[in-house]
């Protein structure tokens, strides 16, 4: 090789544009560049692992990720943007983002979520925009986003709401747009929207609003300074009902035909008397408009020592710690096997946007009557049905004695149609005396006359034989049938 060649070749390679590194670590099939990290499209079922612990931008949407795993994005402290939409999430355990302090966008838009639990969005100070829409959420707890300070945008928009509690936005100081459009929302209270001392714009529309008493504030509030919060499209707040302003703009709707019924409440008996190991149901009946919400408690405190009986609607199993039942329209108390300690004064409480209304209801314990064994426990009866045993004495010797007639007014009867059925017969030929039927519609009038037979298809049916005698002149005659 000639002299000088060696260098012409290392200056030639020197002078060829390198192409940017592959960034080390980078999960497979992923891409990574920079601070970036994109694994969209990939039909993930989880976060694969090998994500650079510098990534700031993280893209996973369109994928089938069901669950974020504890700890999985604990390595990912610098992450800025999130984005997981369109994936299968199902719910988010409390502190999934405790790792990303300095997270500012997360989109969660277009999965499964059907509840928010408190503590889901824990560590996540410095977030300026939260996307939850096309979830399937039902309802918005107490203090759901109490951790997020500096939120900024809150989209919740095509979801399946239908509550909202009053301390759901509590900590949302920082939010300038709230988007609850297209949900399941009825109602919304003063108090909800207290907190959001920042907002700027609110989104409310396609909602099935029931026009109320508990939506007069609403429509004032917007008529005297909300309006700058509401665009021409988001002012058209429709009434779904009552029937009489359905389809009615609420900011249309004076405020005297906002109107409320207050619940009244029903419960009957007022008093029971149950026996001890018992199964007891209640009935606690409510009307009013907007349909009352209704919740049994025990007003009397519990004996010292005693545990403290809890009142539940019927099909319903509270957790450890869990408040008085309650249940929407009518309320079911149901006890089971009762002891002492359900003994008491328990109340019945209805309340709507109109007013409360409460009923007391006394159970008392029969201590003259022992348990029923458990394996032969008796049936669940309804409080207020006819028991024998809630009778009287008089009327339980009249219905006793009414019984003790019919049975013997049958047994005449019975004897009576026999007795005509008897009579000399001719003897005919074989089997021209019996009759061949499969129920009790023409007889029998005794054991004695029944043969079982097996019909051509291996049906059981059953032979008169008017041949055979009634009673055969005695028992000897019956043998092992009668």
């Known amino acids: 090789m000639a002299p000088g060649v060696p260098a012409l070749v290392l200056l030639s390679l020197l002078s060829v544009p390198s192409l940017p590194p592959r960034a080390t670590g ?7 560049y920079s601070t970036t990290v994109e694994c969209g499209a990939l039909r993930l079922h989880i976060i694969p692992p090998g994500i ?49 302090p300095r997270l500012l966008e997360l989109a969660l838009t277009s999965n499964r979520l059907r509840g928010l639990r408190v503590g889901a969005f824990t560590g996540l100070a410095q977030l300026r925009v939260l996307y939850l829409a096309g979830n399937q959420l039902v309802q918005l707890l107490d203090f759901t986003f109490l951790h997020l300070p500096r939120l900024q945008e809150l989209h919740l928009q095509e979801n399946s709401i239908e509550l909202l509690e009053d301390k759901a936005l509590a900590g949302l100081s920082s939010l300038a747009l ?30 099935p609003w029931r026009c109320d008493c508990a939506l007069h504030w609403l429509g004032a509030w917007i008529k005297e300074g909300g309006q700058r919060l509401l665009s021409s499209r988001d002012k058209k707040i429709t009434c779904a009902e009552p029937p009489r302003l359905a389809l009615q703009s609420l900011l249309d709707v004076s405020g005297s035909s906002l109107i409320c019924i207050p619940p009244s409440v029903h419960v009957e008996p007022l008093e029971v008397t149950a026996n001890l190991g018992e199964d007891l149901r209640v ?31 019927e099909g319903w199993s509270p957790g450890p710690g869990a408040p008085a039942a309650s249940d929407t329209g009518s309320g079911m108390l149901f006890l089971a096997n009762i002891t002492l300690a359900h003994a008491g ?16 209801f006394q159970l008392l314990i029969n201590l003259s009557r022992p348990p029923p064994p458990a394996a032969g426990r008796e049936p669940l009866h309804e409080a ?5 045993r809630a009778l009287g004495l008089a009327t339980q010797a009249a219905v006793a004695a009414a019984i003790a007639l019919l049975a013997l007014t049958a047994l005449l009867l019975a004897a009576l149609i026999c007795r005509g059925r008897r009579g000399p017969r001719a003897p005919g030929p074989p089997g021209e005396g019996a009759l061949f039927i499969n129920d009790y519609s023409d007889g029998p009038c005794t054991f004695a006359q029944l043969e079982e037979l097996r019909g051509e298809r291996g049906h059981e049916m059953f032979v008169i034989d008017r041949s055979k005698p009634l009673f055969a002149e005695g028992l000897a005659a019956c043998g092992t049938r009668c």
């Open 26 to 32: 980078c999960p497979t099939a992923c891409r990574c």
């Open 52 to 100: 650079p612990p510098g990534t700031q931008t993280l893209f996973l949407q369109d994928n089938s990720i069901m669950r974020l795993e504890p700890g999985v994005l604990a390595p990912l402290t610098a992450l800025r943007h999130l984005y997981l939409h369109n994936n299968s999430l199902r719910t988010l355990e409390p502190g999934a983002f405790h790792a990303q």
């Open 178 to 207: 709230l988007d609850l459009s297209r949900n399941q929302l009825g109602t919304i209270s003063r108090e909800a929207l207290q907190p959001l001392a920042s907002l700027q714009v609110l989104r409310l529309t396609e909602n």
């Open 283 to 313: 009935a606690c009946q409510a009307s009013g408009y907007p349909q009352p919400l209704v919740t049994w408690r025990k007003v009397a405190q519990p004996r010292e020592g005693q545990p403290r009986a809890q009142a539940q609607p």
């Open 345 to 360: 004064k328990y109340e019945c409480e209805a309340s709507n946007a109109g007013g409360a209304a409460r009923v007391p």
């Open 384 to 388: 207020g049905s006819l028991a024998f």
